[in-house]
């Protein structure tokens, strides 16, 4: 993910001019090129953010400073990461929002994920030739992948519903940002000449993150003037300027004619999107999904969300066993096993509701829990795939396999961003959000300084098992099924843990591991965030961290697991409340570059 480091001060006159085009320039000679050092854990009171970059989170502090609560900081913080994390997040993607409301002590959830155009039906990613899936990596460089965006109207519905801004004041900061700039780590450095390939081949993509036709340079300042009179024009105009205004016409034009550059090497589609598909979205408030966990009350994001239902069914399952009697081998092998049998049932069942009957009460349903979780064997691993189960009482079934297992795994992107959010009232936000790829379908709005979505990639080209019912298929209006898993934890009914994690479909790995390892392994929550991890996916493999001691590989090994390397296993945000009214705010001490963690008031 990308990092931004610390604000540029004081730039010289001579620097003024080579500042005032988007891309890079030298930092101020008086100026240190280094980062500051990030801080993954924060302590103290008065309010907490964390996410993967010093900037925003220090943006989102200031908020929290001058009076704002947890929804003003919150998308504060996701407007300054648009800036400084370009390729993973912005107004041309989507997300999903938790948040807990302290006076009425209840947790609401909006669905802000992207929806697919009118035009697109259940053949869309097929060629029409063959009548076979297109390539994935033609369907992601493609105006095709580009769904309809919800970031703006998620933004302004939480504002207007539980914030105490305007959209206008909460985009300022990073409006700011935008024009002053950031300094450019190895981070962004690799992350950018990872996709330079796929970048060129749009003029305005290449103008902006290709300046003289290369990356940025470790330390040289990155500056995005289009995107500040973006956010300016946004917060000045409101959102229907981009839902049903010149913006939206600008994004839909865009999608539907990609700026190719001459000479490309892809031949990007043109997109289905039009602009009545931008009037017609809506964000949804809807309930969240919930489980009682141990006497915890946990709640996600339900359906087009899997996270929700997929962690809290899991969790489900291994409330199922008594930690206390557990070694670390066997910990590890039944978190392994649940999550093997919830995303069985993940991939048959989850859809969008508003397309497909999701099964969401039976998923969730602790009988259900049991019924799954008497197949699992103490000493030896299950084959992948295992088969779904059935959700429907009554949860009385010998205890066998059932069904069909799906014939092959879901395709979906890693790149996304998290972050979280306490104000000293004791209000929540747990928020992610996404482009999908890393730097999306590659398609930069042009003179707009953002990135459209290639979230249309995460439907499922083609049926996961011929002949059998598969609910993420593409629809028109449809939200593509995600893994986004933004989580709140509540104990008494009181805010205690929230937490989330990019990372495609290891997001729910990453938050149920998080959560078994603070819940029902003794860890910290930064121990938490920090341990080695694992990620069992009802695949064949296993994947594992480097981390991960030999001795538990061993046993883990000699249970049946196959263990696949995995250099690195999502990216979480989190944060606790503690004793005597401290909060504690958790980033990543070390993956994706590392976090930025902070409290209001430290200890």
Known sequence: MIRSVRRVLALGTALGLALTIPGVASAHPGESAGPPPKQPVATGWGGAVSSVDPDATRIGLDVLRRGGNAVDAAVATAAALGVTEPYSSGIGGGGYFVYYDARSHTVRTLDGRETAPAKMGKDAFLDPATGLPIPFDQGVN???????????????TALRTWGTTSLRAALEPARA??????????????????????????????????????????????????????????????????????LGREVVRTAQQPPV????????RPGLIDTAD??????????????????????????????????????????????????????THYYLEASRLAFA?????????????????????????????????????????????????????????????????PVEGLSTTHLVTADRWGNVVSYTLTIEQTGGSAITVPGRGFLLNNELTDFNFAPLTPGVFDPNLPAPGKRPRSSMSPTIVLRDGRPFIAVGSPGGATIITTVL?????????????????????????NGAATEVEPGVPDPLRAALEQRGHVLKANPEIGAAAALEFLPGGRVQAVAEPTRRGGGAAGVVRPD
């Open 142 to 156: 493609s105006g095709l992948s580009v769904g309809v965006p919800g970031t703006p109207q998620t933004w302004d």
């Open 177 to 246: 940002l935008a024009e002053r700039g950031f300094v450019v780590d190895q981070t962004f450095h690799d992350q950018t000449a990872a996709n330079a390939t796929r970048f060129d081949d749009i003029t305005p993509t290449a103008r902006l993150f290709l300046p003289d036709g290369r990356p940025p340079v470790v330390g040289s300042v990155f500056r995005n003037p289009d995107l500040a009179r973006t956010y300016e024009q946004l917060g000045r105009n409101g959102v229907d300027w981009f839902y049903r205004g010149r």
């Open 261 to 268: 550059a001459p000479g490309a090497d892809r031949v990007f």
């Open 278 to 331: 931008l009037a017609r979205y809506r964000v949804l408030d809807q309930r969240p999904t919930h489980v009682d966990f141990r006497g915890l009350d946990v709640y996600g994001m339900a359906p087009s969300s899997s996270g929700g239902s997929t962690v809290g069914e899991a969790l489900n399952i291994l409330e199922t066993t008594d930690p206390r009697r557990q070694d670390a081998a066997t910990a």
């Open 345 to 409: 049932d993940r991939n048959r069942y989850v859809g969008d509701p508003a397309a497909v009957d999701v099964p969401l009460r039976g998923l969730l349903s602790d009988g259900y829990a049991k019924e799954r979780a008497c197949l699992i064997d103490p000493d030896h691993a299950a084959v992948s795939p295992v088969p779904p189960g059935d959700p429907t009482p009554p949860y009385d079934r010998d205890c066998r396999p059932t069904g069909t297992p799906e014939a092959s795994e």
């Open 513 to 537: 591991q998080v959560l078994t390892g603070r819940l029902d392994r003794g860890l910290s929550l930064p121990q938490a965030v920090a341990a080695p991890r694992l990620s069992q996916r």
